[in-house]
């Protein structure tokens, strides 16, 4: 059998970035484009011209330089999936300039201190955070941080910030998903899988570990080499993913569908600060996260590649 063919790069079809944007920095074009994007249809020329309504010869001039983003077709004008992609994220960037919501009380305590735990959205991302301590991750982040993750502006909009936070969540889960799959959020190219383990780890007076600037030891990272997006994960986020896992926790909670389980988790943080998620060698690397249940711990190993060894119960 012929193995499948594998392309190492794509290059977008003869336009350099550089050629891109230098080919949409021009307010006559970028009119062109968002009149077919609010168009919806495909518009003929005398309809696209007099909706950007600059003269014959600049038109015509504008129009041709967009052929990248841009198509003819029979009814006249529409926009190509690089125009549709580029619309999009004017769209999703543009609600307010630089909207901040919060901070407002999330209505839980830390599992740490007990302080109150505060959402608040700034600089186009929403940080989960304890007013009184270190939470769980350090570095430039947010003092106490919990949770702080890029969310467009668009995502603000009929959401209280509670239901942003949510939402924020479901994204980062859907991309953790998709990048376990190997499957990049961004771009859709090949993404990589990597195990950090935080070496000499061990929580400072401030509540954070010195050398990692977290208190998880362990991260997943997903990286990819076609767009260089990355994220990171602690352990249980993928052991939650295990049928093993699912069945110990409906034992607890009563849920109908994942989603609602790893709502429920997100928002037991006590919860979650009781799983244990531990080194059992290092070489070769394997892991384990264990979730107490009140049926005694379910147990999961994994290799560092994130596969799955064994279960225990
Ligand atoms: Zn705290
Ligand atoms: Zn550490
Ligand atoms: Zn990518």
New binding site residues.
């Given amino acids: 059998m012929k193995e499948p063919e594998t392309v190492e790069r794509i290059e977008p079809g003869g336009v350099t970035p550089t050629e891109a944007f230098s080919i949409l920095g021009n307010e006559t074009r970028i009119s062109i484009l968002q009149a077919l994007w609010e168009g919806a249809e495909p518009m003929s020329f005398s309809d696209l011209r007099a909706a950007v309504g600059v003269d014959k010869g600049n038109f015509n001039y504008h129009l041709g330089e967009l052929s990248h983003f841009v198509r003819r077709c029979e009814e006249g004008y529409e926009l190509r999936e690089t125009g549709t992609q580029v619309m999009r994220a004017v769209v999703a960037g543009t609600i307010t300039e630089d909207p901040e919501l919060g901070p407002v009380e999330a209505g839980r305590p830390c599992p740490f201190c007990g302080s109150p735990i505060e959402l608040l959205y700034r600089d186009e991302h929403i940080t989960v955070r304890c007013r009184d301590c270190a939470g769980v991750l350090g570095g430039d982040l947010p003092d106490g941080a919990f949770m702080h993750y890029a969310f467009p502006p668009a995502g603000l909009a009929d959401r209280s910030l509670p239901e942003v936070v949510e939402a924020a969540h479901v994204l980062f889960e859907a991309h953790v998903a998709m990048m376990l799959q190997g499957v990049c959020p961004a771009c859709t190219a090949r993404t990589g899988t990597e195990v950090l383990v935080?070496e000499?780890?061990?929580i400072g007076p401030d509540g954070l570990?010195?050398?990692?600037?977290?208190v998880p030891?362990i991260w997943a990272t997903f990286t990819c080499r076609n767009c260089r997006y990355e994220r990171r994960a602690v352990l249980w986020l993928v052991a939650v993913y295990h049928p093993a896992t699912i069945t110990a926790l409906s034992e607890r909670w009563e849920f109908d569908t994942f989603l609602e389980l790893q709502r429920l988790l997100w928002s037991n943080p006590e919860y979650i600060a009781s799983v244990s998620e531990r080194v059992v060698s290092t070489d070769p690397l394997r892991l384990r996260v264990e979730f107490p249940t009140e049926s005694g711990p379910l147990s999961i190993q994994y290799d560092e590649q994130l596969r799955v060894l064994g279960v225990e119960r």
Wanted: proline share 0%; glycine share 0%.
């Fill in positions: 935080c000499d780890h061990a570990c010195e050398r990692c600037e977290s030891e």
